[in-house]
């Protein structure tokens, strides 16, 4: 078998490797090395890829050395999250916990505890996997992401900023900084859901739901759907049914099938036909919905 082909100790390519200790040292090093250059951040994607020859770097930028990518602390735009942030550090994270659990809960389904303590929030959203589990929690929350050049920064909903599989909205010398959490209404209640190969796997199907009562109808409702298309999804016409309705089984049953509708058929598809995927989405988003509706009328 090739040694290009399998994940080896070895890498076999020569590249330089970059350890700036600012933003504006990355960003120029960007900036300077165009396509050839790629970020380290956690590696649990890119070291696999490049010793598979799926991606060939010549320049090697570790933002390790950053200080303030990595962080979670809350201001007065909300939940701000470091890009460099440790998928570990959100799951355990007393204040996504008691802020945003969904993150948390989404988090703790990724890979498993090692990969968890390597692999990094930026580096899950960047790689614009359509498997990735952190982009449709984050989705749902209405999450800004924070994007860094050196003549400033600019800010994306995590909408636009997903453009499809493996690509982002980021111009020459720019990178991913972070991101920001609006805060939730107290009594939102949030729930994901997720199938794959095995516990350790990366998504088949993934949804995601946050929801409020008031008097007893949705109020506020957000559901999102990974792994289906180009790019996770928010799923407008289930929530516009949702809002201001009483939460019935009748009700979710006609939602979860404009849930299902978003699936975008690909015959390339290895892991699951089209209609598998159909069909778990609808059964991952009733779980979903019907978790969440049961955390906001506690929290009512």
């Not at 959203?125 to 992401?145: E, G, H, K």
Request: glycine letters at 6%.
């Amino acid at each position: 078998m090739s040694i290009n082909k399998v994940n080896t100790h070895i890498i076999p390519m020569e590249f330089q490797y970059h350890a700036p200790t600012t933003l504006a040292e990355a960003s120029a090093l960007l900036e300077k090395y165009g396509d050839e250059a790629k970020i380290l951040a956690g590696g649990t994607d890119l070291i696999p890829h490049m010793k598979q020859r799926k991606v060939e770097a010549t320049h090697v930028i570790n933002i390790k050395k950053i200080p303030e990518l990595a962080c979670i602390k809350e201001t007065s735009k909300g939940i701000e999250i470091g890009a460099n942030t440790k998928l570990r550090a959100i799951e355990l994270s007393p204040l996504i916990k008691e802020k945003t659990p969904l993150l948390s809960e989404a988090a703790a389904t990724v890979g498993s505890v090692q990969i968890r303590n390597l692999g990094t929030v930026g580096g899950n959203i960047c790689n614009a996997s359509p498997s990735a589990d952190m982009a449709t929690p984050l989705l749902a929350l209405d999450t800004v992401v924070n994007v860094y050049n050196r003549e400033g920064s600019k800010d994306y909903t995590l909408e636009e900023f997903l453009h499809g599989r493996g690509e982002v909205k980021l111009e020459p010398g720019e990178l991913l900084t972070g991101m920001t959490i609006p805060l939730q209404p107290k009594n939102a209640g949030m729930a994901f859901e997720k199938v794959g190969w095995t516990t350790f796997d990366i998504a088949t199907v993934n949804v995601a739901a946050v929801l409020t009562l008031k008097d007893g109808k949705i109020d506020h409702c957000r559901v999102t759907l990974g792994a289906c298309s180009p790019a996770p999804v928010r799923v407008y016409q289930a929530e516009s049914i949702l809002i201001g309705e009483e939460p019935t089984q009748e009700l979710f049953d006609e939602a979860v099938y404009l849930i299902a509708a978003c699936v975008e058929p690909r015959e390339s598809w290895r892991r699951a036909p089209p209609e598998y995927r159909r069909k778990a989405s609808q059964a991952l988003a009733i779980d979903a919905l019907t978790r969440s509706i049961e955390k906001a009328r506690r929290l009512a």
